[in-house]
């Protein structure tokens, strides 16, 4: 059956590119899987798509927002019901296990469910005004035209974080997604438009990033942009953004370590790493990449986390066995090599696997053994760089300051972790890791929906996602002064007596 083709969306209608030119979206489990045909757009498509954007948000403004509100609520629900549909969809365009691509669908809609109610709350401020007979307020308001750039490690998941409080604050959209998994970003589209969304609110255009994203980021018509992806692609969008005067949230990269102090219970250290360093196949923003271990439990550990890694299963994530699925394409395995090459150059110890897998099973996807260095030195390349794969680097080291200075001493500043029985150092450890999350007893994934996620220094530019931060990235604040007394009232100067 040759596979589908699927077009841009624009102002409510399935458009072809105006490049005439698609790319082929493929299973990197499985590259002769062709999930499906997609469009390569470039400026022309972006500018059809932000004049839809524009119009329909002079009449998506004025939906009062509980109403819209009420069409998120509904997708949560279609989302529901698709759930496993969407989620083995998932797996097939990005590789994740399907436990995992099920936990981004629902992770979608539990933001949906979220911000289906904020289309209640929104909060402002009423405050009393200086002068007598005078009422003061502060309301939020939209923004206009929101552009959005998602990466491809959670298809689903990072569209919605953006979409939702977006469109519940009553602004329009225009999105593209990461060129290897715009899928998951139509289905949670066409949950959307299922649940009633009017045309033109929500406007997809796929492409590459420098042919379809830059556009957006560039256009007069686009008030805020959120981007989600590497650093050295966030810069340019934030400097591009910020000649505009646009809001600008950029989520990026991250070096997460887990701390494992002396007196932690190594059984749930061991399980922590293991599913916080190659859930995913390692390649989530806030994916365990650095172990940092105090020396009376270190070789103990080590020699149990190498034993635990060279024993997971890897394979296609459909099949419910297997517990790493591949990397998503040919790329990201190479920069795997080339950090493996470098931690061996650098003197670290490979303890566990170390390269791409060739045997016949995996000969059609882009599969690496999980992998572990230990004696890592917390300067080399390996322990400062991110990687995005599945290798952990295991840090020795002597006690729990310097297991806080270790952590804290890379670019990056987005989850943390530590395993401690210890209060006292539980709380200094939530109060001087250097990140915009800190997990105790639990490893460095695993955020939840409703608080902010976002990080600190190279990590992000001060914004935050998720339920408390996304709406304030959302909205603008109006304040706005009623004068009843009928007479000229001067703020600073008359006293209203
Ligand atoms: P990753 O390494 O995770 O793929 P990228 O930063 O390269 O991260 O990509 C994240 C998103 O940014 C993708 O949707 C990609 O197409 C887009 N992108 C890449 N380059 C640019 C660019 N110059 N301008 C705008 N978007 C871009």
Same mark, same amino acid.
């Given at each position: 059956?040759?596979a589908?083709?699927?077009?841009?969306?624009?102002?409510?209608?399935?458009?072809?590119?105006?490049?005439?030119?698609?790319?082929?979206?493929?299973?990197?489990?499985?590259?002769?899987?062709?999930?499906g045909?997609?469009q390569?757009?470039?400026?022309?498509?972006?500018?059809?798509?932000?004049?839809?954007?524009?119009?329909?948000?002079?009449k998506?403004r004025?939906?009062?927002?509980?109403?819209?509100g009420?069409?998120?609520?509904?997708?949560?629900?279609?989302?529901?019901?698709?759930?496993e549909?969407?989620?083995? =969809?998932m797996?097939?365009?990005?590789?994740?296990?399907?436990?995992?691509?099920r936990?981004?669908?629902?992770?979608?809609?539990d933001?949906?469910y979220?911000?289906?109610?904020?289309?209640?709350?929104?909060?402002?401020?009423?405050?009393?005004?200086?002068?007598?007979?005078?009422?003061?307020?502060?309301?939020?308001?939209?923004?206009?035209?929101?552009?959005?750039?998602?990466?491809w490690?959670f298809?689903?998941?990072?569209?919605?974080?953006? =979409?939702?409080p977006?469109?519940?604050?009553?602004?329009?959209?225009?999105?593209?997604?990461?060129?290897d998994?715009?899928?998951?970003?139509?289905?949670?589209?066409?949950?959307?438009?299922?649940?009633?969304?009017?045309?033109?609110?929500? &406007?997809?255009?796929?492409?590459?990033g420098?042919?379809?994203?830059?556009?957006?980021v560039?256009?007069?018509?686009?008030?805020?942009?959120?981007?989600t #992806?590497?650093?050295?692609?966030?810069?340019?969008?934030?400097?591009?953004?910020?000649?505009?005067?646009?809001?600008?949230s950029?989520?990026? #990269?991250?070096?997460?370590?887990?701390?494992?102090?002396?007196?932690? &219970?190594?059984?749930?250290?061991?399980?922590?790493?293991?599913w916080?360093?190659?859930?995913?196949?390692?390649?989530?923003?806030?994916?365990?990449?650095?172990?940092?271990?105090?020396?009376?439990?270190?070789?103990q550990?080590?020699?149990?986390?190498?034993?635990r890694?060279?024993?997971?299963?890897?394979? &296609?994530?459909l099949?419910e066995?297997?517990?790493?699925?591949?990397?998503?394409?040919?790329?990201?395995?190479?920069?795997?090599e080339?950090?493996?090459?470098?931690?061996?150059?650098?003197?670290?110890? =490979?303890?566990?696997g170390g390269k791409a897998?060739?045997?016949?099973?995996?000969?059609?996807?882009?599969?690496?053994?999980?992998?572990?260095?230990?004696?890592?030195?917390p300067?080399?390349?390996?322990?400062?760089?991110?990687?995005?794969?599945?290798?952990?680097?295991?840090?020795?080291?002597?006690?729990?300051?310097?297991?806080i200075?270790?952590?804290?001493?890379?670019?990056?500043?987005?989850?943390?972790?530590i395993?401690?029985?210890?209060?006292?150092?539980?709380?200094?450890?939530?109060?001087?890791?250097?990140?915009g999350?800190?997990?105790?007893?639990?490893?460095?994934?695993?955020?939840e929906?409703?608080?902010?996620?976002?990080?600190?220094?190279?990590?992000? &530019?001060?914004?935050?996602e998720g339920?408390? #931060?996304?709406?304030?990235f959302?909205?603008?604040?109006?304040?706005?002064?009623?004068?009843?007394?009928d007479?000229l009232?001067?703020?600073?100067?008359?006293?209203?007596?």
């Open positions: 059956m040759p589908k083709i699927y077009k841009n969306l624009i102002g409510g209608e399935w458009v072809e590119s105006r490049t005439g030119q698609t790319y082929e979206n493929l299973n990197p489990a499985d590259t002769r899987d062709v999930i045909i997609f390569r757009s470039d400026k022309s498509d972006v500018d059809e798509a932000v004049s839809a954007a524009r119009k329909a948000y002079e998506w004025l939906v009062p927002a509980p109403r819209r009420e069409i998120i609520y509904r997708a949560a629900q279609i989302l529901e019901e698709r759930k549909e969407y989620a083995r =969809l797996t097939r365009e990005m590789g994740k296990v399907l436990k995992e691509t936990g981004d669908v629902q992770e979608a809609i933001t949906a979220y911000m289906a109610g904020e289309g209640r709350r929104q909060f402002g401020a009423t405050v009393p005004s200086e002068l007598p007979n005078k009422f003061a307020m502060a309301i939020r308001m939209p923004l206009g035209v929101c552009g959005m750039i998602t990466p490690n298809p689903m998941a990072i569209p919605s974080w953006k =979409l939702l977006a469109l519940v604050c009553g602004n329009a959209c225009v999105i593209k997604p990461a060129e998994t715009p899928l998951s970003t139509y289905n949670l589209v066409q949950a959307l438009t299922d649940a009633g969304l009017p045309s033109g609110v929500v &406007n997809i255009v796929t492409g590459f420098p042919e379809a994203g830059a556009p957006i560039e256009h007069q018509g686009v008030n805020a942009i959120s981007f #992806g590497s650093s050295e692609v966030g810069r340019i969008v934030g400097e591009v953004a910020a000649r505009n005067f646009k809001s600008c950029l989520e990026m #990269g991250g070096k997460n370590a887990i701390i494992v102090l002396d007196d932690a &219970n190594l059984d749930l250290a061991l399980d922590g790493v293991l916080g360093a190659f859930g995913t196949t390692g390649q989530r923003c806030t994916a365990t990449s650095r172990v940092i271990v105090q020396k009376g439990a270190y070789r550990f080590s020699d149990r986390l190498v034993y890694v060279s024993r997971l299963k890897v394979g &296609n994530g099949d066995t297997v517990e790493v699925g591949p990397q998503i394409n040919e790329q990201q395995v190479a920069t795997t080339k950090y493996v090459q470098i931690g061996g150059h650098e003197g670290a110890k =490979l303890e566990a897998l060739n045997k016949p099973e995996y000969s059609y996807g882009w599969f690496f053994e999980p992998t572990v260095f230990t004696e890592v030195d300067r080399m390349k390996i322990a400062q760089e991110e990687i995005f794969g599945p290798v952990v680097s295991v840090i020795p080291c002597d006690n729990f300051e310097k297991a200075e270790i952590s804290n001493n890379v670019p990056y500043g987005l989850s943390s972790a395993y401690t029985r210890d209060v006292n150092r539980a709380f200094r450890a939530m109060r001087d890791i250097n990140a999350i800190t997990y105790i007893n639990a490893p460095t994934i695993g955020a929906v409703h608080l902010p996620f976002g990080g600190t220094k190279a990590t992000g &530019n001060g914004h935050r339920g408390l #931060g996304a709406i304030d959302y909205t603008q604040w109006k304040s706005i002064y009623v004068d009843y007394s007479k009232q001067r703020a600073q100067i008359d006293t209203g007596e």
